[in-house]
């Protein structure tokens, strides 16, 4: 694992690209970390004492990562001002507030368009800006279940699984945010034309269920979770107990890396893997052999093959995996392990830079650095807050 104590020169593809986030929960901070983290100048535009929904120790927080805090009071005019100030300057701004929240603060899209026609404005929802739910509340175990995304995760006879909040959350809302506002910064670029950019988890969701929505329209998928080939319904693409309580992963779904499996495992005679009818049989014997040792046993014994299994790395054990520290996957920065920018690039690669604050750390440096003037008096007025 790579220490990185020092704070490299800002890089990545994406250097020279400005970044207006309008702070709020989950999804848009993580579309504004990946932004930082390609080598955007993105400025947090926290509430003055942070958001109540935010995590106990901020400097910790590494969604928070690659960018400075500046802590604005924008129930003042003045500090909706300076945010147009700021976004005058921008190519994007990133907001994830309920429809028409930035409106009423003076910050939507008409007003930030008059500002500047070219800037990319990103909405972050969870229903999107329109629709019976638009004004609802809701999370991204909510999302994933009206989008379908939910249903079918799970065992079969038991209930659906929720898989974290990386499904809804980050996979369904920032990525498809982050695709959505470089996709139309290329317009705005050739253009000059800026756009709206509605990025809602149901929609990602959805798009993320091309492959099972395809097998289940072409015959290839049960209704009833946990009976097909991807939900743990095949044996031979599921995960196996082992003698020490941990757990090996098993995807030997084309026939020649199951068949590497079988000659690991030394098992003759294994039951007929393309007839489900005899999958329950061919899972109690699968089952019954990953027991008799352990994790790091099977580990060992799998190491080079193509059998397509490998140990379930809890995740405080995964920076020290092997193939992760060779790749360099997880780095320690500023005492935080944490997962380096992803992709990799050939040419213009992404480091991190500024760690995780709390609200308003760096009010007066971020400000100076885009230009704003008089920063003593917006903190002495209390429009903006340079935290302690």
Same mark, same amino acid.
């Given at each position: ?9 800002a890089s990545g593809p994406?250097?020279? *690209? ?6 709020? %929960?989950?999804?848009? &901070?993580? @579309? ?12 947090? %535009? ?15 927080? %590494? +969604? ?95 209930? &659906? ?9 980050? @996979? ?26 509605d990025a809602a988890i ?5 798009? +993320?269920?091309?492959? $099972? ?21 095949? $044996? ?43 999958? &329950?049989? +061919?899972?109690? %014997? ?31 054990e995964a920076a020290q ?21 992803? $992709? ?7 480091? +991190?830079?500024?760690? $995780? ?25 209390? *429009? ?5």
């Open positions: 694992m790579t220490n990185s104590s020092n704070k490299p020169a994406l250097h020279g *690209v400005r970044v207006v986030e309008l702070v709020g %929960i989950g999804p848009g &901070p993580f @579309a504004a970390m990946l932004l930082a983290d390609l080598g955007a100048d993105v400025i947090r %535009i926290d509430r003055p004492g942070g958001n109540a929904m935010q995590v106990s120790q901020p400097d910790k927080d %590494i +969604l928070g990562r690659g960018r400075p805090s500046a802590a604005v009071n924008l129930k003042d005019p003045r500090g909706v001002e300076l945010v147009l100030d700021l976004i005058e300057q921008a190519d994007i701004l990133i907001e994830g507030f309920r429809p028409g929240v930035t409106e009423r603060l003076g910050l939507g899209p008409e007003a930030c368009h008059a500002r500047n026609p070219a800037l990319i404005y990103g909405r972050m929802t969870g229903w999107g800006q329109d629709g019976p739910l638009a004004l609802t509340a809701g999370h991204d175990i909510n999302y994933i279940s009206v989008a379908g995304a939910l249903d079918p995760i799970g065992r079969a006879g038991g209930p &659906p699984q929720i898989p974290l909040n990386l499904v809804g959350d980050f @996979a369904g809302g920032s990525m498809y945010l982050v695709t959505g506002v470089l996709a139309a910064l290329m317009h705005s670029r050739a253009t000059g034309e800026g756009q709206i950019v149901t929609d990602g969701a959805a798009h +993320l269920l091309a492959m $099972p929505m395809t097998m289940q329209q072409s015959g290839a998928w049960n209704p009833e979770r946990g009976t097909n080939l991807l939900d743990s319904g095949a $044996p031979f693409y599921d995960v196996y107990e082992t003698a020490d309580g941990r757990w090996m992963s098993v995807g030997g779904l084309e026939p020649q890396f199951y068949a590497a499996m079988e000659q690991v495992l030394a098992i003759d005679d294994l039951p007929d893997r393309y007839d489900p009818a005899q999958w &329950p049989a +061919l899972r109690a %014997i699968l089952a019954e052999a990953f027991a008799t040792k352990s994790q790091a046993e099977w580990t060992a014994l799998f190491d080079g093959t193509d059998a397509c299994v490998a140990p379930v790395v809890p995740m405080h995996h092997p193939h992760n520290l060779a790749r360099g996957t997880y780095v320690e920065h500023e005492g935080l392990v944490q997962a380096a920018p992803a $992709p990799r690039f050939s040419q213009t690669p992404a480091t +991190l830079t500024t760690p $995780p604050a709390r609200a308003g750390a760096n009010t007066t440096e971020a400000l100076t650095a885009w230009g704003i003037t008089d920063i003593d008096r917006l903190i002495s007025d209390g *429009v903006a807050v340079q935290a302690n």
